[in-house]
């Protein structure tokens, strides 16, 4: 075996990408990207040197003089080394900041840069200690002008730099260690390990190559909070470890003793607002529409339930009532293969973020709502408002009432339209100008005093204030939109926050296109055309994002067109064989190529039985791929024009010529002259032109002499060319079952009686092969 050992020695500087120019690249953990000459340079640098021992031989012939024999080729390859270009495994750099002397090392994405130019993740960036303000951006967009040539202070050495090259910094090849030890200190106390602990490792395992001694390791948990962690030590030891293909033991130490007490504290505190206590938010659960639910929820959490049947004919109307008027929100998205994700303040489909008028929120979907088209049930979630970097109060649960039920069609029987909505009032009431309520006639002018002197009355929504409460004070309306209103400052930010402030889709990152002025249209994205849409895959049957690019029209067109989203298009491509004709059909024309089988059904005709009314056999002979007169195009047909198939003539048949039929004619007397007076002899007979059949039904015989049985047989011989009228020949007891079989399937009433024969006959009597072949094969009577 060859020993093989992998030098690489290579250095060069590069210039800091700004990151907004590799926003779309999404680099995370220690990852960077280098130009296409890098890799050619690492090339070069790497020397793999290979020392191959000579091979041994079993003959021992020498020839002095042949410099092409065996003695003289050994010691020509004692003296040669052959050397390979070869990388090691992992890449590795690393990163030097020649400014401040930090340093950090890092694994390689992929070889995609600018050349002279180096794109850095927000790990190294903070790391190497390079703010973004410090970056300059070497490519202006196309539309900027300049006047004049750019002025430049040569009086500072660190400016020429900077204007003239960029940011700078050093890559160097560097080879590290595997790591088998990692000690951790969190930066925080109250970190929970069964927080991050899982998304730590799959944080390591997909974006991390190596590990730098005091670098910051930030985690991001499931609900956007940031975790972030000091390495502290290694082993072995050193400035760095490599984290790939080797088994990591991590050890999580606090800081100091208080930090792990204060860490203590905070996860009893949190346990006892676990969900499901009495101090945190309900556990979510399904529901119906005959019984109310009653729950709690803390600011910034989720209570979850599902819905999994309603009255579809009629709007579904969910109610949720709110104790003490708190900012609780009520967000609701139908479960459907385009739609998995539960609902959340940027994702829904149906929400009420409004606040709440007289403690009730409601949300109506109409039955005709296109949402609800494949919908397996609805998701709904009550979220506890919750601002960001505004102080909520999360000690107390806000408590709710959350019901579902069926609302009446407007304008039926028990919903009618009323035309005249106006209030009646008595004779002895009188309107007040200022408050717009009736009081009674004798009371007004003392009632309309005091009102105008301590109410006021909105003039927009015409509620009632006390001129010096702090309702009125905090009381705003949106200029924009007009139904949004209310009477405290927290209503006024939360509706900033929801409709006026800029949200960035977390899928398709922070670029201008996929920036949004309000929530509600954030939401619509991450429901619609956004890449990170979960969906269920037809095709892969998993749980898996939509892909696909929002910007191009051409995509969406395909989309709405194929009804297809870009992942089920690729993985569609996949071909597989049609279970019917055996043709090779792509995944995503499977459905097309189906309905084609489905059309051809309909126009195919009804297959030919056998006259013979005990036989179970087709004329023409049935494939198991629907093949009807399989058999005659074989050269397998029935031979004859008797209406018989080949097995029900084969004893009448005899190698002689005979124009007009007469011998055939006597044959089938013979044979029914046999049946009557002998019988066949077969216990599973059932044919009542048989004396065995007729005595296993338990009838009396028809004629046991020539004399008594020549009158019966003579009508049947009359109509042997007649290919309506029946034959009674004795067949075998399997197409004896068949035919019975067949019966009892033709009366279900779905197929015709000539199509459950050739089920039968295909499959062999299976009564389950034979539905399943009906099903693939066969028109029903109900697409006629």
């Known amino acids: 075996m060859a020993e093989q050992s992998v030098h690489l020695n290579w250095s060069a500087p590069f210039n800091v990408t700004h990151p907004s120019r590799i926003a779309s690249k999404d680099l995370q953990g220690d990852k960077i990207l280098l130009p296409q000459s890098a890799l050619e340079q690492l090339l070069s640098a790497s020397t793999t040197i290979s020392t191959t021992p000579s091979n041994s031989h079993t003959f021992t012939a020498f020839d002095p003089y042949n410099p092409y024999s065996v003695a003289a080729a050994r010691r020509e390859r004692s003296n040669f080394r052959e050397t390979t270009q070869q990388l090691p495994h992992p890449l590795m750099f690393q990163l030097i900041n020649q400014t401040n002397g930090n340093s950090v090392f890092a694994g390689i994405r992929e070889f995609s840069a600018n050349e002279g130019e180096v794109a850095l993740s927000p790990y190294l960036l903070e790391a190497l200690g390079i703010h973004e303000d410090d970056i300059k951006d070497t490519s202006p967009p196309a539309d900027t002008q300049t006047d ?44 929970n390990p069964d927080d991050w602990k899982s998304l730590l490792e799959r944080q390591l395992r997909a974006s991390y190559t ?21 390495v502290d030590k290694f082993q072995p030891e050193g400035n760095g470890i490599c984290v790939v293909d080797t088994d990591l033991e991590v050890d999580i130490e606090p800081l100091n003793e208080e930090q792990a007490r204060e860490t203590l504290r905070q996860i009893a505190e949190k346990a006892q607002k676990a969900p499901g206590t009495e101090a945190g938010s309900s556990l979510g659960h399904e529901i119906d529409i005959w019984k109310d639910v009653h729950g709690q929820v803390l600011a910034g959490d989720y209570v979850d339930y599902t819905l999994p049947s309603w009255d579809r004919s009629r709007p ?63 998701l709904i979630a009550v979220y506890g408002s ?51 309520q009736f009081v009674p006639k ?57 409709q006026h402030t800029t949200h960035v889709c977390p899928s398709c990152g922070p670029s201008s296109p996929f920036s949004f002025p309000s929530m509600t249209e954030l939401a619509r994205h991450r429901t619609t055309v956004c890449p990170g849409k979960i969906i269920l895959c037809q095709f892969c049957h998993l749980e898996v994002p939509q892909e696909g690019d929002p910007l191009d029209p051409a995509s969406e067109a395909e989309t709405v067109i194929s009804g297809l989203t870009a992942h089920e298009r690729a993985d569609g491509a996949r071909t597989t064989d049609c279970h019917l004709c055996g043709a090779i059909v792509r995944l995503r024309d499977m459905a097309a190529h189906s309905t084609n089988h489905e059309l051809d059904k309909v126009s195919r005709p009804k297959p030919e039985v056998c006259r013979d009314e005990l036989c179970g056999r087709t004329l023409h002979g049935v494939g198991p791929r629907g093949q009807i007169n399989g058999g005659t195009r ?12 080949s097995l029900c003539f084969s004893p009448l048949y005899v190698s002689m010529y005979d124009p007009e039929g007469k011998a055939l004619r006597r044959r089938i007397e ?94 062999g009597g299976d009564l389950t092969k034979a539905r399943s072949w009906l099903a693939d094969w066969a028109p029903t009577k109900f697409g006629k």
């Open 148 to 191: 004049g040539p750019e002025v430049i202070d040569l009086t500072e050495e660190d400016t020429i730099n900077q204007t003239t090259q960029g940011y700078q910094i050093t890559v160097k090849a560097r080879q590290l260690p595997k790591g088998t030890y990692l000690r951790l200190r969190p930066l925080q106390a109250g970190y």
């Open 210 to 230: 190596t590990l730098t001694k005091d670098s910051i390791l930030s985690v991001t948990g499931v609900k956007g909070e940031e975790f972030r962690f000091l």
């Open 316 to 378: 579904l109307a969910i109610e949720l009532s709110i104790e003490d008027d708190q900012e609780v929100d009520l967000l609701i998205s139908p479960k459907s293969n385009r739609q998995r994700a539960l609902p959340r303040d940027s994702e829904h489909v149906f929400a009420d973020f409004s606040s709440p008028k007289d403690g009730v929120k409601r949300v109506i979907i109409q039955p005709t709502n296109i949402e609800l088209e494949g919908a397996e049930s609805l």
């Open 386 to 436: 919750s601002i960001p970097d505004q102080p909520t109060s999360t000690a107390t649960p806000r408590r709710y009432t959350l019901r579902a039920k069926a609302e009446e069609v407007q304008g039926s029987a028990t919903a009618p339209v009323v035309l005249a909505s106006s209030p009646a009032k008595n004779a002895d009431e009188e309107q007040c100008k200022n408050c717009l």
């Open 442 to 498: 004798r009371t007004i002018v003392l009632h309309e005093n005091f009102c105008v002197r301590n109410n006021v009355v909105c003039p927009h929504c015409k509620n009632v204030f006390q001129k010096s409460s702090e309702e009125w004070a905090a009381h705003w309306h949106c200029p924009t939109h007009p139904e949004a209103y209310g009477s405290t400052p927290l209503s006024k930010s939360k509706h900033d926050y929801i």
């Open 634 to 645: 074989m050269g397998q047909g029935p031979g004859n024009d008797l209406g018989l198939c």
């Open 670 to 763: 013979r044979r029914y002259l046999a049946q009557l007076m002998t019988g066949c002899g077969k216990k599973w007979c059932q044919n009542e032109w048989c004396k065995t059949g007729r005595a296993n039904k338990g009838l009396e015989p028809l004629g046991s002499s020539a004399a008594a049985a020549l009158p019966l047989v003579k009508p049947l011989l009359e109509d042997i060319r007649d290919c309506t009228k029946p034959m009674h020949f004795c067949v075998d007891e399997a197409s004896q079952r068949r035919k019975e079989t067949a019966e009892m399937l033709a009366a279900e009433g779905a197929w015709e009686r000539e199509w459950c024969i050739a089920a039968l006959e295909a499959e």
